[in-house]
């Protein structure tokens, strides 16, 4: 049971045998230094000595540590839009849409949260509650939610307005798959390819036809076909998130007033109908069999 010291690259090294393998370290980098762990274990810090409120702290660390891969994922998803390459948004994507099904299901640890468990503290959570979360909202202004009001609880930390007001003025994700559309040939108004990017989003019909086009062709528009199954999963994913956080909530506090002044699960509500690509669900209602191969209804062949 000893240590073996030694220098590789300049860097002092150690070696150990531990339970019959050749486990090695370096001064260079370790583990700890890398991730941070100390700083990470250390920013769990209760307002309370009340045993749940534990729970509650680290679900809301996770799920802002995912909000900030998801964030870094689709500003890489934007490049690759921007620079027409398909297959690395598409692969972008895909991851995206892999952590939003993670953090769907990571609800379930929150609903074991007893309403019992969670009056215990929340009394002592004053006003403090998600909606103050500047990484969801930068998700929501990035992704096409632009509701410059949401602004407004970010008016005294002044970098992190600065950072948000700079996404809701730039064109969101989808802003970027329709200019992409109009490069590619598809007739997307002026209107969508130029304005005040800061103002909501408007539903166009040119722009629904443009994807109808692209679904009345799979065979010719395949990577369009292919991106665009690929964000209409991520809105599913954020109104599956949208929907477990509603229902974990009625579970945990039923009608109760939310700690950030709103009516609760009924403001919660409200959000499932927010669509941040409209026309690519609208589509779907006028899609019609293909022409070969279609089906009985239409008088295709099976
Ligand atoms: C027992 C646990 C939870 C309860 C009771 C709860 C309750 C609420 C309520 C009532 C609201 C509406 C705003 C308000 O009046 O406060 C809200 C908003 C929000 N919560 Fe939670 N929440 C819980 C857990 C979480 C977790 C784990 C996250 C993860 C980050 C989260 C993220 C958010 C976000 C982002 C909003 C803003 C939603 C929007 O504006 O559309 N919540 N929450």
Avoid: C
């Amino acid at each position: 049971m000893s240590i073996r010291r030694f220098v590789e690259d300049g860097v002092e090294s150690f070696e150990a045998e531990i339970d019959g393998e050749m486990i090695q370290w370096d001064k260079g980098l370790s583990y700890a230094r890398h991730l941070q762990t100390e700083k990470l274990l250390s920013a769990q810090v209760p307002v309370t000595d009340k045993p749940d409120e534990m729970l509650f702290v680290i679900m809301h660390q996770t799920m802002e540590l995912w909000l900030k891969l998801v964030l870094h994922e689709a500003r890489i998803a934007v490049a690759a839009i921007q620079a027409d390459d398909l297959g690395h948004a598409g692969k972008t994507l895909d991851r995206i849409a892999t952590i939003q099904r993670h953090m769907i299901h990571s609800w379930e640890v929150l609903a074991t949260l007893t309403p019992h468990d969670f009056l215990t503290f929340r009394g002592y959570l004053r006003k403090a509650s998600g909606f103050q979360s500047h990484q969801y909202r930068e998700l929501e202004y990035l992704l096409g939610n632009k509701r410059e009001d949401l602004l407004l609880v970010h008016a005294d930390d002044a970098e992190t307005h600065a950072r948000l007001s700079a996404v809701l003025h730039a064109p969101s994700f989808y802003d970027e798959v329709l200019k992409l559309l109009a490069r590619r040939g598809f007739a997307i108004p002026a209107s969508h390819l130029e304005r005040d990017w800061s103002r909501p989003y408007e539903a166009s019909e040119a722009v629904e036809d443009a994807w109808l086009a692209v679904y009345s062709d799979v065979e010719q528009y395949w990577d369009l076909y292919m991106l665009a199954e690929k964000v209409t999963a991520l809105e599913y994913y954020f109104q599956e998130w949208r929907f477990k956080h509603m229902k974990t909530v009625a579970r945990v506090i039923g009608q109760k007033q939310g700690t950030g002044g709103s009516a609760g699960v009924n403001y919660l509500v409200k959000a499932l109908n927010l669509s941040f690509f409209p026309e690519l669900w609208a589509m779907r209602t006028r899609m019609v069999a293909p022409k070969a191969g279609g089906n009985y209804a239409d008088g295709g062949a099976p």
